[in-house]
């Protein structure tokens, strides 16, 4: 228990669905993060938000709609979606931002998508 | 900005030899290193990392890193490898004003 619960743990959509992933932190922490990781690549940062404010939106295309509405929780919104989007979504929590005095991401178990 | 490069994707060693994961890294101001784990359908969790202070950091399981500002590296060790060490390991760099940018990560298979 990370203290970063996902829900859902795996999702499968079409690509003309609308879904959502959630994420909720029981860390008091004021940053927020999308992470997508697929095989073979690194972790991409996809957005960051920091005391519910949007502060780093990674070139990510506008079928991601991220949602903030407090500190404790973070959507991904997903809307007609490709194959290549099938990954597993992060999402993560820290006190700051990592660059402040070295804060630590802490991570939930992630939202394995497949579009199908 | 800051880049991590983990040296080998796949690291094999048997049970009981000594764990050693590379990273390298790069940054133009005084960096924040970390390494991660991440177990087989689960997230990724810290091991350790290093701020300031001490250079040799050590972590859960057993396991440590040297912070080397002079070969630019971050390599994690463990004495003597679990079965249970069986994992994918990321390195990751920030730094002041930066975010956390991770490496490929390392597999590690543990052999009996």
């Known amino acids: 228990e990370t203290g970063v619960t996902q829900t859902p743990r795996h999702l499968v959509m079409g690509m003309t669905n609308k879904k959502s992933l959630k994420c909720e932190q029981h860390?008091?922490?004021?940053?927020m993060y999308w992470y997508k990781q697929s095989a073979k690549k690194p972790l991409e940062l996809m957005f960051v938000y920091n005391f519910k404010e949007q502060t780093e939106n990674n070139s990510v295309p506008s079928r991601f709609s991220p949602e903030c509405p407090n500190s404790s929780h973070l959507f991904l919104h997903l809307h007609t979606l490709q194959p290549e989007d099938s990954a597993l979504y992060l999402c993560?929590?820290?006190?700051?931002?990592?660059?402040?005095?070295?804060?630590?991401?802490?991570f939930g178990e992630g939202s394995w998508l497949t579009v199908v | 900005a800051q880049s991590v490069t983990q040296l080998g994707s796949h690291v094999s060693v048997s049970e009981g030899a000594l764990v050693l994961l590379r990273c390298n890294y790069s940054?133009?101001?005084?960096?924040?290193l970390f390494w991660y784990v991440q177990y087989p359908n689960q997230g990724l969790q810290l091991l350790l990392k290093y701020t300031t202070g001490a250079t040799l950091v050590k972590g859960i399981n057993g396991f440590e890193a040297e912070f080397k500002k002079s070969e630019t590296s971050f390599h994690l060790t463990k004495p003597s490898a679990h079965m249970s060490d069986a994992a994918e390991y990321f390195c990751?760099?920030?730094?002041?004003?930066?975010?956390?940018?991770f490496g490929k990560g390392t597999s590690l298979l543990v052999t009996p």
């Open positions: 993560a929590s820290s006190q700051a931002t990592p660059g402040l005095s070295g804060n630590t991401i802490y």
């Open positions: 990751a760099v920030s730094a002041a004003g930066y975010a956390l940018n």
């Open positions: 940054s133009s101001v005084p960096p924040y």
């Open positions: 860390l008091g922490h004021n940053a």
